[in-house]
């Protein structure tokens, strides 16, 4: 049967029904290796994205290094230790050798299928980086299209659909340049959605608005890490562009031009934090060399770009500078995968990339590319490989079953006599994760405040009548960002130590007491509650301590 069933109904009220074997949502590195691989497997896939597939999300505006080893022993072992004590030591070495051999395999397929890796002075490819990020989500979008994979493109989705025995089936959103409603009945869904960044404006992350954890959250599913959820990048005040590896040849300066001492783009990062809680904090690229400069010129063109356009030389002229908000986009918590084909806790539910967390490799701290992007190759290869054999077992039953759909909060209230304006809520939300002395800096009392008004704010949204269907998809963001900040807060006060990227001043120091993971989950009620984990990486880190 054709993944293509059915549209009926005149332009208010059109309906797209289609029927596949594997859904996958998102548009990204993630979600696009997961069609491809479902596909691959000879099911029939429906891709479902927020924006156009191949240029929305934090990937395809930007360049990315990744975590590329070859399989040498000695170069794996140093790869896989050289973040351990950074993540609080709780990735698995499992996890990471399964991640460098995927993502090993999975970029030398890049290179076959033409993606235009740079080579050395030696003449060899290099490939442990994917700085032509556009042209890699270019090819990807072609491969899967080739494959037979259907797209919908700015097709957001706002709800899962689950059977009588609460098994997901599916999933049903809006066409946003035409209004249209669709439904998706599927044997297995992916979510890979991203991670959530509070619409902080840093680049590409207008789309990444933690939707997917709020519609698995609805199916029962559990998150992990959340409280790793405050990484914040280096950006110009007057661009999106969170480049962080260009600041390496940064010094940071004051208004009246002296140095602010120990501020750095890496370990003097919280000083910058610090300093721009009271006044503004301004860069200059003065440390490059003439050769540095002209390297950097090649290799981001977009970071440089706001600077041609202010007429401002970074090289020479100070600039003003800020940090935004990526939280789990470069954080590490997400969608608790149970196993290695990364189902979530829910049957037929499957998450990749930025929407699953990433604590199996990287702990409780991680950054921009390297272990992100091979992340992101890797879980949505398995994701997909895995949806497929789920959808295939159920066989032509699958879309036969009687199917209901989860959302409730900011969709269905038709009771309730009040109402909500989105976007007020997301103004409210952003006050309470955007300010470093409660998010990156935190504190009980300071979690314990934010954590009561985001709770009221839940409150008001599950009270209030649907909105209109002009804005439903701003709806379901807003009450996605208020369900995320409720588990990164949840979390953080859960978690009574330093650790990872989660540094509490409270409690400033590592507690091996606390070595374990933070799983999470729930809507009106959030719980949280510990995770054991193998003793070997505990050991390692009463070595280090």
Not at 41 to 53: A, E, I, M, T
Not at 90 to 111: G, H, P
């Amino acid at each position: 049967m054709s993944a293509y069933q059915s549209e009926s109904g005149n332009s208010s009220t059109s309906q797209l029904n289609l029927e596949t074997d594997v859904l996958v949502i998102g548009g990204g590195p993630s979600a696009t290796w997961a069609a491809w691989n479902a596909a691959a497997q000879g099911v029939r896939v429906v891709l479902v994205d927020k924006g156009y597939c191949g240029t929305s999300g934090a990937t395809a505006p930007s360049g990315t290094g990744v975590w590329y080893v070859p399989p040498d022993p000695q170069q794996r072992e140093a790869a896989m230790a050289s973040r351990e004590a950074l993540g609080g030591f709780l990735s698995e070495r499992s996890w990471m050798e399964r991640v460098l051999d995927q993502t090993y395999t999975n970029l030398n397929k890049l290179s076959d299928w033409g993606y235009p890796f740079p080579v050395d002075d030696q003449g060899r490819p290099y490939r442990r980086s994917l700085q032509q990020a556009h042209d890699y989500m270019r090819l990807m979008r072609k491969k899967i299209t080739r494959t037979g994979v259907k797209i919908l493109d700015h097709s957001p989705a706002l709800e899962l659909l689950v059977d009588t025995e609460n098994s997901v089936a599916g999933a049903r959103g809006i066409r946003r340049q035409t209004g249209e409603r669709w439904t998706v009945r599927a044997g297995a869904v992916v979510i890979a959605t991203g991670g959530c960044a509070f619409l902080s404006k840093a680049l590409g992350c207008n789309v990444l608005t933690g939707d997917g954890y709020l519609m698995a959250a609805e199916a029962g599913a559990q998150m992990s890490g959340m409280e790793f959820s405050n990484a914040y990048a280096l950006s110009p005040t007057f661009s999106s562009v969170t480049k962080g590896a260009y600041y390496r040849w940064a010094t940071f300066y004051y208004g009246d031009g002296t140095e602010i001492e120990g501020a750095g783009s890496q370990k003097g990062r919280s000083i910058i934090a610090r300093t721009l809680l009271t006044q503004p904090v301004y860069a200059c690229l003065d440390k490059a060399t003439p050769e540095i400069q002209t390297m950097l010129r090649t290799v981001q063109h977009n970071f440089l770009l706001p600077f041609e356009r202010m007429g401002i030389d970074p090289f020479t002229q100070h600039f003003p500078v800020t940090l935004r908000l990526e939280g789990t986009v470069r954080g590490t918590g997400g969608i608790r995968i149970t196993d290695y084909t990364c189902a979530s806790t829910v049957p037929g539910l499957y998450a990749a990339g930025d929407a699953a967390t990433r604590e199996l490799i990287c702990g409780g701290f991680t950054g921009g590319g390297s272990h992100n992007a091979a992340w992101a190759t890797s879980s949505g290869y398995w994701a997909g490989e895995a949806a497929a054999n789920y959808a295939r077992q159920l066989g032509t039953q699958a879309n036969q079953r009687t199917v209901r759909g989860l959302g409730e909060a900011g969709m269905s209230n038709n009771s309730a006599s009040s109402s909500f304006t989105p976007s007020e809520v997301i103004r409210a939300v952003q006050a309470e994760v955007f300010p470093y002395d409660r998010n990156l800096f935190r504190t009980e009392q300071g979690l314990t405040q934010s954590l009561s008004r985001l709770n009221h704010l839940w409150k008001e949204i599950r009270n209030s009548q649907a909105v209109s269907d002009d804005q439903a998809v701003q709806a379901r963001e807003a009450t996605a960002m208020v369900a995320t900040a409720r588990w990164m807060y949840s979390s953080a006060l859960e978690r009574k130590e330093s650790r990872g990227m989660h540094k509490h001043l409270d409690y400033p120091e590592q507690d091996p007491n606390q070595y374990h993971r933070l799983l999470s989950g729930g809507l009106d009620q959030v719980w949280v509650k510990p995770q054991k984990l193998e003793t070997s990486a505990k050991q390692r880190e009463l070595v280090a301590l």
